[in-house]
């Protein structure tokens, strides 16, 4: 049941939050504050009471199931499940939600209880995705997220410098991301259908219809299907379009669900659907998805640096990082993959921070463009520290938690694929060099303006310092995390090997 | 022999009939409208209470036959004319001239939508189809002083008279090739392989219908009839009369095999692919809501329109769980125009800026539009995602890739024009605002069914279980 709640709670708060409007302005925001306070401790109490040992003969690989049917003729169930991997990101999803309605405290003063909804029913959905089991069920969340997160984007956010720019970066966001979701219904169609034909059993579950038997060609499409869907929100290179623009134009709180928690709903989507379900395509595949992760890699790096608006080159930084964590996800290296799930956190703290600080920077001097930033270290107190910190966080200093996962990747990639570990060092260096020029035109140099402006108060103080000490925190002890996904990386990392033992065997039998 | 059981099959329509003439001889007596409304109403609800009594029947009449696809459609039919009617009250409220003729007609076209959706027969077929059509087109040019509701009733005739015409040579073609008019007999008659004249027939029948379903090539018609007709009149002819006319469509599918040639299908997996893609994209740059959800309407029954090339047991439940998905959607979107524009004050507020800002002024009311379209666009937790999700397995499992492509497409197109609306219902308020709702609308009988259809959407998006159950159960061919 704890696990219905964690999907209700969010839902119910938004809601409240809605109605809540009428009473006062502020009591929305009190109302979503305790909501994802409310998710964040049941998946921390949870974290703390459970049992994170590799599933052996006799024990699940479920920490926690739920379980009640929902449509029977076609056999779709309510099936939620969590594991290591889905309590880190539902407590990621939990914080990082606490952290959005904190950070738009200031910043979104009109329509305060509609757009909280639309904030908790974003994270309830992204709570379903983390928990279903049931591909249809999954499929649901997938999309039903999208609908709020495209009224956050389109009614919240930054107007670009021609007119309606937030609405066309929502619908394009919409749009990309529902229409590669349909691809995945029609793979998740097309499976269970096999799976009908070949033991006459109607059902969309993800134990049932992992090792299915699907007939080569066909399989090799519904992989594609799938790969598809989760590579425009992951986003891989050629699908990456709608994502500058929509993180451009979303207001803070959208950007820092969108790059903290939704890019991570795809990896995930990899990790538990993909690989699982089309073991020997993907391994066949691999080559090609990692070199499509160097290629996010390099461009994203490039691209960054080219940028003249403080959010879209944040943006394109997590293109790039997000290369990183293609490559781990397909190398079938346990330890790359456990580095891929320290890289999502990690990520996800630094450039939520990133995002928030220039949130606040926008809050003082209304612009996102950096050439009319420059020398801010001397007149604003505090913030150029962290963003200083986090900076560094994001090109990969050691002690940080994105060199663990970075260096992991690397490590575990290496024995496999020796050339794109190479390639995809390049892209820390590109990384050094757009976080730097990040630094450079925002806060030194000569100053564009002169007068000081406003230090930070004690919100915006106190979540920049608890997001470093956990960047800290991970960086310098990571052990705790790996431990909590260790079930989940290996037993992927094998199918890769297993497939591959199986087709060296098939060789010999030929 | 006509029997007493045989009537019993029929009581629905026959209770629509004679509420008809009830309604005629009331306003011949003396004109009220709001008895008149009423009569209509508790006429319609009676049917609907009838409709056990008449599935329960033994045996149909002559030329009618009550299986589970007709008893479907009889109940969605009474339904939407009863949402109809609710709905019309309020519109024609302010009304100068005549407004009690409206519910007579409307019972007229009933009774022709009922009549259709049971007949075995062509004549049957022919005659309810008539009935249904010509009351629709007194009901479209209603506001007559309208420019454009005159427009639209005068079109609709034309083009829908020479549909007629296409039609009844298609009959005719079929008769002289098999000698009977009843679908059985056409089913045993055609069961050896289907020669040129009758494939002709079953092509100009296929027009005929397509016409009225506007499928694309046919559908010039529908955006300005749409947009001209007034908003109940709108209601009526996109729910019941398109839904009356598609289950023929099943029901000839079905029983006769001349229409299951490969041909034949080849030729209407082209239709539905360019009705599915040209409605999607026809509407993408509108600024009419009622011309919008006019071509929204015509890709949907491009999408419908797969059912009738896989055909089979899956597809008559998909026809069933679709057709009340679009029809409770469009309902609801349908009658957010009406509440707007109501009472009748000249043009309906079917403009896209006159629902600019509609949630800061009508929450509730957004918030219904913001549900039909969500549910137009098939996003999951509303009914229209149940719908999409039968059409694409059925596409899946019959490995209908064109067409599976096609509805992936469509709805991808689709999403913009729909995303469209809905973000203009919460961006600011302009200054002016011409049309809008009254402040009880919510306490209304209209208001009140408003509320209920998008409840509706809403409950059979997230448990679809008992309508599934209710469309599996019905025996849907009773051949």
Redesign the interface.
């Known amino acids: 049941m704890i696990l219905v709640w964690l999907i209700l709670i969010p839902f119910i708060g938004g809601l409240l939050c809605w109605q809540a409007e009428r009473w006062s302005h502020q009591a929305p925001r009190w109302i979503a504050l305790g909501t994802m306070l409310f998710v964040l401790v049941i998946s921390v109490v949870v974290w703390l009471t459970g049992d994170f040992a590799p599933a052996s003969a006799n024990s699940s690989q479920w920490l926690l199931q739920w379980r009640a049917p929902w449509i029977p003729r076609f056999g779709v169930e309510i099936h939620l499940a969590m594991d290591g991997l889905s309590l880190v990101l539902v407590a990621l999803t939990g914080f990082l939600g606490l952290l959005a309605v904190l950070c738009s405290w200031q910043e979104i003063s009109d329509r305060v209880g509609f757009f909280h909804l639309n904030l908790l029913f974003i994270l309830g959905g992204v709570v379903g995705v983390f928990l279903a089991l049931d591909l249809f069920l999954f499929f649901l969340f997938w999309e039903m997220m999208l609908v709020p997160m495209y009224f956050l984007i389109a009614l919240w956010g930054h107007s670009g410098s021609a007119g309606q720019t937030r609405i066309r970066a929502a619908t394009r966001f919409f749009i990309y991301t529902q229409a590669s979701g349909l691809l995945m219904l029609v793979s998740i169609i097309a499976l269970v259908f096999v799976h009908y034909s070949n033991t006459g059993e109607l059902s969309f579950g993800y134990d049932t219809l992992r090792g299915t038997d699907v007939p080569e060609p066909l399989a090799f499409w519904l992989m594609l299907g799938f790969f598809i869907a989760f590579a425009v929100k992951l986003p891989v290179v050629p699908f990456h379009g709608w994502l500058p623009d929509a993180h451009a134009q979303a207001p803070t709180a959208g950007s820092v669900d969108l790059a903290g928690i939704l890019l991570k709903t795809a990896a995930y989507g990899i990790l538990r659907f993909a690989l699982p379900l089309f073991p020997e395509q993907s391994a066949a595949f691999a080559p090609v998805a990692m070199f499509l992760g160097l290629v996010g890699i390099i461009y994203g790096a490039v691209l960054a640096c080219g940028q003249q608006d403080i959010k879209r080159l944040i943006a394109y930084t997590s293109v790039s990082h997000m290369g990183f964590v293609l490559i781990a996800l397909y190398s079938g290296s346990e330890l790359a993959i456990q580095g891929a799930i320290v890289l999502m956190v990690a990520h996800a703290f630094s450039t939520a921070a990133l995002f928030i600080l220039s949130g606040q920077l926008y809050e003082r001097i209304h612009s996102r463009d950096m050439r009319v930033m420059g020398g801010l270290w001397g007149r604003l107190p505090v913030l150029p520290g962290f963003t200083l910190c986090f900076v560094a966080a994001s090109l990969g200093m050691p002690a940080t938690a994105n060199f663990v996962g970075e260096f992991m990747i690397l490590f575990g990639t290496f024995p496999g694929a020796p050339m794109v570990v190479v390639v995809a060092s390049i892209g820390l260096v590109l990384a050094a060099i757009y976080s730097l020029l990040l630094m450079q035109r925002v806060h030194f140099g000569s100053e564009y303006r002169s007068g000081l402006l406003a230090g930070p108060d004690r919100r915006e103080y106190g979540i920049m310092l608890v997001l470093l000490v956990l960047t800290l925190a991970v960086g310098l002890y990571p052990q705790p995390l790996l431990d909590t996904t260790a079930a989940v990386a290996g037993p992927v990392a094998e199918l890769f090997t297993g497939s591959a033992e199986l087709a060296v065997r098939a060789g010999e039998v030929n | 022999m006509l029997t007493l059981a045989n009537l019993m099959a029929i009581l629905p329509l026959i209770i629509v009939a004679a509420t008809a003439i009830v309604v005629m001889l009331g306003i011949a007596w003396q004109r009220y409208h709001a008895a008149t409304a009423i009569v209509s109403a508790a006429g319609l609800v009676l049917a609907l209470l009838s409709m056990p009594l008449a599935s329960a029947a033994q045996s149909s009449p002559p030329l009618m036959i009550m299986d589970g696809l007709a008893i479907m459609g009889s109940v969605l039919v009474l339904l939407c004319a009863l949402v109809t009617v609710a709905l019309s009250h309020h519109y024609l409220a302010g009304y100068i001239g005549p407004r009690e003729e409206f519910y007579l007609l409307l019972l007229c076209a009933v009774t022709g939508a009922l009549g259709l959706v049971a007949s075995n027969h062509l004549a049957t077929l022919f005659i309810s189809l008539e009935l249904l059509s010509m009351p629709l087109y007194g009901m479209l040019a209603y506001s007559y002083r309208a420019e454009r509701s005159l427009e639209a009733g005068i079109k609709y005739l034309i083009l829908s008279a020479a549909a007629t015409a296409f039609l009844l040579f298609g009959m005719a073609l079929v008769y002289a090739r098999t000698g009977s008019l009843d679908l059985v007999g056409l089913a045993t008659e055609l069961v050896t392989s289907p020669d040129v004249w009758s494939l002709a027939g079953a092509v100009l029948m296929l027009v005929g219908l397509g016409f009225k379903l506007s499928i694309v090539p046919f559908h010039l018609w529908t955006p300005d009839v749409y947009q001209g007709g007034p908003a109940p009149a709108t209601i009526f002819l996109a729910t019941v009369s398109k839904l009356a006319v598609f289950v023929v469509v099943v029901r000839l599918m079905m029983t006769a095999p001349v229409f299951d040639s490969d041909w034949l299908r080849v030729l209407i997996t082209v239709l539905a692919l360019l009705t599915m893609l040209g409605g999607n994209l026809l509407a993408l740059f509108q600024q009419n809501l009622k011309r919008l959800l006019g071509y929204s309407s015509i890709a949907h029954f491009g999408y419908l329109l797969v059912a009738i090339v896989v055909g089979g047991t899956l597809a008559a439940e998909t026809v069933g769980v679709y057709l009340v998905t679009y029809l409770i959607a469009t309902l609801a979107a349908f009658g957010v125009v009406t509440q707007l524009s109501s009472p009748f004050g000249g043009e309906d507020a079917a403009g896209l800026h006159h629902y600019r800002g509609l949630?800061?002024r009508r929450p509730w009311l957004a918030a219904v539009m913001t549900v039909s379209f969500?549910s137009l666009a098939g996003?999951?937790?509303t009914a229209g995602?149940i719908g999409k999700?039968y059409v694409?397995?059925l596409g899946?499992?019959d490995g209908r890739w064109w067409l599976?492509g096609g509805?992936?497409?469509g709805?991808?197109i689709g999403?913009?024009y729909y995303?469209?609306v809905m973000?203009t219902l919460?961006?600011p308020e302009p200054g002016m605002r011409r049309m809008d709702a009254p402040n009880d609308w919510g306490n209304r009988i209209g208001g009140l069914t408003l509320l209920v259809v998008a409840v509706l959407v809403l409950m059979l998006g997230v448990?679809?279980?008992p309508m599934?159950?209710w469309v599996?159960e019905l025996p849907m061919i009773g051949f």
């Open positions: 949630f800061w969500l996003i999951p937790l995602f999700f694409l397995v899946v499992s599976v509805i992936v497409a709805s991808a999403l913009f995303l469209r973000v919460y961006l448990y679809p279980t599934i159950d599996a």
